[in-house]
C-alpha cells in the first residue's frame, strides 16, 4: 500500500513558478512509476508527467520545456518543477504512483491568475 500526499501548490501570476512536491509512504519507493496528473473542472484527468523508475521522462505537449518531473528515492519524493505558468494549467494537480496497482494523493489546487 501506498500513500502519497501532494503539496506546494497555490496561486501564482501568468509567467510565475511553482514547484510541486509528492511524498510518499510505503516501501520500495524506486521501483514504483511515479507521475502527475491534472483535472481542470469537468470529468477528465489529464496527464502532465511521468517518470519511471529508472528515470526516463515523459511529459504531455503543453508543459514540454515549461515543466520538470524529477524523484528522490532516498526521501521517497517526486517533484514537479512549474515554470512559465498559463491560466491554461490552473486545475488540481494529483500525484500517482504505479507498479502493479495505481495509487493516487489527493491532489494540490494550482491557480494561475492575475
Known amino acids: 500500500q501506498v500513500q502519497l500526499v501532494e503539496s506546494g501548490g497555490g496561486l501564482v501570476q501568468p509567467g510565475g513558478s511553482l514547484n510541486l512536491s509528492c511524498a510518499a509512504s510505503?516501501?520500495?519507493?524506486?521501483?514504483?512509476?511515479m507521475g502527475w496528473y491534472r483535472q481542470a473542472p469537468g470529468p477528465q484527468r489529464e496527464l502532465v508527467a511521468t517518470?519511471?523508475?529508472?528515470?526516463?521522462?515523459n511529459y504531455a505537449d503543453s508543459v514540454k520545456g515549461r515543466f520538470t518531473i524529477s524523484r528522490d528515492n532516498a526521501k521517497n519524493t517526486v517533484y514537479l518543477q512549474m515554470n512559465s505558468l498559463k491560466p491554461e494549467d490552473t486545475a488540481v494537480y494529483y500525484c500517482?504512483?504505479?507498479?502493479?496497482?495505481?495509487?493516487w494523493g489527493k491532489g494540490t489546487l494550482v491557480t494561475v491568475s492575475s
Open positions: 517518470i519511471t523508475s529508472d528515470g526516463s521522462t
Open positions: 500517482n504512483a504505479r507498479r502493479f496497482n495505481n495509487y
Open positions: 510505503g516501501r520500495m519507493f524506486s521501483s514504483y512509476a
